[in-house]
């Protein structure tokens, strides 16, 4: 049987920045991940935006944890070369009756410790996104965007370079509670572990009852994308947003220029039952003119192709809006930790997690 401090289920962002944090603080710790490869899921089926905090409540754990991660995620990209974009965002009103809700905004994400925000005017605007339409934006100078893709590869090198074992194309199919921990049953192996860290994305709820942990469920949630034909990607400079979903479930359609120079417009939200299901009953084409041209009117129907989708793993079904991060030590089993829940921003906050788990796992 292999022994080892800490065992990670789950090779997404959240899965390998925890790694990584375990990892330097001297700690034996492997990674089974199911899939041949890491980060297939949630953590490279996004927009890939580093978000500034503005959004969640004061006091919650996405409030801080996006906001401290923001900071630890430009300074890795920065080191390790991973392609990204300190290109700020403009949260746009296309009428009066919306700048009250972009008041609201300012004053929730500079309570949140979010810095230079700045209700500006329409000019403002035009001088930034000149094909943008608006009566008045919040600037939000410190979001970006992030090549998600290089970023879970370069998570992982730094992982094991800090000694974490990576198994891949490994599932875990039965666990027990020892005296000293788990033990964790995989196909090839039997790995003896003092504390087992959930970051199984959307199978977090799954691997959660197989562990003997806490019961809850992740309510799948897609979301899709289309994005502008190259010839008009120059329409579009940085990121682009509308003010906030009034159900609460998403940002709204938004356009994002990435590292890479294409322009997605999305995601749309649709919870649904299944965890692995990107493409059946797609929404039509025509279903992303109309958000599009709310914010760039002069964009036309032959200006868009579909583009991918997304699985959000959401911790509350739709008929609420707002779940926080599920980040602490298992109440049933103390030898897991949780890290589930993990749905927007946790690709801006996976170092803060990272962080955090490694604090949770040497109590």
Not at 225 to 248: D, Q
């Amino acid at each position: 049987m292999e022994q080892i401090d800490v065992a990670v289920i789950g090779a997404g962002v959240t899965g390998l920045a925890s790694a990584l944090a375990v990892a330097e603080r001297g700690r034996s710790v492997c990674v089974v991940e199911r899939h041949p490869r890491a980060g297939l899921d949630t953590s490279t089926h996004n927009s890939g935006v580093i978000h500034a905090g503005i959004y969640y409540p004061t006091g919650t754990l996405k409030a801080r944890l996006c906001v401290e991660g923001r900071h630890l995620l430009y300074d890795f990209c920065m080191r390790h070369n991973v392609p990204h974009a300190h290109c700020g965002k403009l949260i746009v009103a296309s009428e009066d009756a919306e700048v009250a809700g972009l008041e609201a905004l300012q004053r929730l994400g500079t309570a949140n410790g979010v810095e230079g925000l700045e209700l500006v005017d329409a000019g403002f605007v035009a001088q930034r996104e000149p094909a943008v339409r608006s009566v008045a934006a919040l600037f939000s100078p410190e979001t970006g965007v992030v090549n998600a893709e290089e970023l879970v590869k370069a998570l992982q090198r730094a992982g094991e370079a800090a000694g974490a074992i990576f198994l891949p194309g490994t599932i875990v199919e039965a666990a027990d509670r020892q005296a000293g921990g788990m033990v964790i049953q995989t196909g090839r192996e039997s790995i003896l572990a003092r504390a087992v860290v959930n970051a199984a994305g959307l199978y977090a709820d799954e691997v959660s009852r197989l562990l003997g942990g806490e019961r809850f469920t992740i309510y799948p949630c897609r979301g899709e994308y289309a994005e502008l034909t190259p010839a008009k990607r120059s329409l579009v400079k940085a990121l682009i947003y509308p003010p906030p979903h009034a159900s609460g479930h998403g940002l709204g359609t938004h356009l994002s220029r990435s590292t890479g120079g294409n322009v997605w417009i999305g995601p749309t939200i649709c919870f649904q039952a299944r965890k692995d299901d990107y493409e059946d009953n797609r929404l039509p084409l025509e279903a992303f003119l109309e958000p599009a041209q709310r914010l760039i009117p002069q964009i036309t129907f032959d200006d868009l192709r579909l583009s991918g989708s997304g699985i959000r793993a959401k911790l509350h079904p739709p008929t609420e809006s707002f779940a926080d991060f599920l980040i602490r030590r298992d109440r049933e089993n103390p030898a897991v930790v949780q890290a589930s829940g993990i749905d927007s921003p946790g690709l801006t906050s996976c170092l803060a997690i990272g962080k955090l788990v490694g604090e949770i796992v040497s109590e």
